[in-house]
DNA sequence: TATTACGTTTACGTTAACGTAAAGATATTA
DNA sequence: TAATATCTTTACGTTAACGTAAACGTAATA
């Protein structure tokens, strides 16, 4: 009665519950929480994980398909998350999120070029294979 | 009288050279040579790097800043360079060269989903800003 | 001729991101 | 009650991708 879609209602999550969904070890969960990326409470001893750090997780596992670094997934990270409505603090995490955006738009662009000379290659190789 | 624009027009490169045109030491460059991603000639015993060893430097920076490995740029690169016309082997390389194809793809998706978190991210901090 | 610049090889060091193993607590099941 | 499953902490091991240092060769320059 606890699951509803394979999605935990109380929105509590146990360690194993999430490393399967998310295909990794535990060891690597464990390891985000001592690095500062996820925060898991605690009954007893045993992590309990809320589903911020679920979407905090799945948000790590994204950045690192595309190749950023764990500290630098902790800081866009941070940045869905502004823990102030000080207009100072306001505009520093606007300048960050600024620059995390040229940072996408680049490897954005890296890929699209990537992209074009696969696809050339391609068509080469299939015209090639038409002329046999 | 050797450079034009900037161009090596003997198309061949010291170590020097590309270490500062790319922006990064010649020991990383020895250590692409060494694990089999450039192949410099030799003069005597310093290497010499042709226009094809620039590019291929140029491609494996390139697969870095989107979080490939050297061994995944390798994949990319040496799918560039087809050393035969036999046609099982092109067979291959084109599915190759898709697999990697849809690879791209996907990091480009993943690359946009950040981006759009990142625009209302930033849409709620300006709005934020806005009312004070 | 001595220094400087640039190259070489060899080899050990470093950091990130975990893997793996040991030793134990706790709770459910046979 | 014994076994099994799942969790814990502690700690050493591993791989990729270089950094860094030593010790040396060679060629141009002061």
Known sequence: MRNF???NMTEAYSISELSQEFDITPRTIRFYEEKGLLFPGRKGRTRV????DRVRLKLILRGKKIGFSLDESRDIIEMYEPETDN???LENLL???QEK???LEQRKKEI?????DIKKTESICLSAL???
Not at 49 to 52: I, K, R
Not at 112 to 116: G, P, S, Y
């Open 87 to 89: 207009t100072r603090q």
């Open 49 to 52: 994980f809320s589903a911020s």
């Open 130 to 132: 038409d002329d046999q």
């Open 5 to 7: 879609k394979n999605l």
């Open 112 to 116: 699209n070029t990537m992209l074009k």
């Open 95 to 97: 300048l960050k999120i």
């Open 101 to 103: 955006r040229l940072l």
